[in-house]
């Protein structure tokens, strides 16, 4: 499989980064104004990074490996 840049999921990526990283950065008024407080801290901030780490892969492009090892995977192709 050959790695192709591409400038529309470098966007993507940048988006769903930002996003995330506005999540981490924010995550304890997320929590207190959205779910049920001090108890979701930790789980708040968890899906920021993993959202972060989302937007890395997505902006180099490497989601479609990722997902094509996944499918490789689990149907044994």
Same mark, same amino acid.
């Given at each position: 499989?050959?790695?192709?840049?591409?400038?529309?999921?470098?966007?993507? #990526?940048?988006?769903i980064? +930002?996003?995330?990283?506005a999540?981490? @950065?924010?995550?304890q008024?997320i929590?207190d104004?959205?779910?049920?407080?001090?108890?979701s801290?930790?789980?708040?901030?968890f899906w #920021?990074?993993m959202?972060? +780490?989302?937007?890395?892969a997505?902006? @180099?492009n490497?989601?479609?490996?990722?997902?094509?090892?996944?499918?490789s995977?689990?149907f044994?192709?």
């Open positions: 499989m050959d790695w192709n840049f591409s400038i529309g999921w470098m966007l993507t #990526g940048a988006i980064l +930002a996003a995330s990283g999540v981490v @950065a924010n995550y008024k929590s104004n959205m779910l049920s407080g001090v108890s801290y930790d789980r708040v901030k #920021g990074v959202g972060c +780490a989302l937007g890395l997505i902006m @180099a490497l989601h479609t490996l990722l997902l094509s090892l996944f499918v995977l689990v044994k192709r």
